[in-house]
Nanobody, 124 residues
């Protein structure tokens, strides 16, 4: 099982930026898939961005050009740089992982480990 700890959430005004980080530990292996998900109040959790150890990357359409996912393989830390934030980006953001996998899936079923989440609030 992979343990995940997110950090970097907070409150910003529309147009601002935040960087989320997720530190992974435990039985990771040489290949890992990592994803960022978000869940606005009263809505379903959706995949936002994903990356794997081979550098495959995927984004949901609504964040393309604004968010950037990156992976520090040596430190097992995945980042989500969020620029040009909008009020609709307000949500609890979760990091997810699956060890011994490949691919950058955006579905919840692609992952079997989840962090506790970090809140992102964007005001207009």
């Amino acid at each position: 099982q992979v343990q995940l700890v997110e950090s970097g959430g907070g409150s910003v005004q529309s147009g601002g930026s935040l960087r989320l980080a997720c530190a992974a530990s435990g039985y990771i292996g040489s290949r890992v898939c990592l994803g960022w998900f978000r869940q606005p109040p009263g809505k379903e959790r959706e995949g936002v961005a994903a990356i794997d150890s081979d550098g495959r990357i995927n984004y949901v359409a609504s964040v393309k050009g604004r968010f950037t996912v990156s992976l520090n393989n040596a430190k097992n830390v995945v980042y989500l740089q969020m620029n040009s934030l909008k009020p609709e980006d307000t949500a609890m953001y979760y990091c997810a992982a699956r060890a011994y996998c490949s691919g950058a899936g955006l579905s919840r079923s692609s992952y079997n480990s989840w962090g506790q989440g970090t809140q992102v609030t964007v005001s207009s």
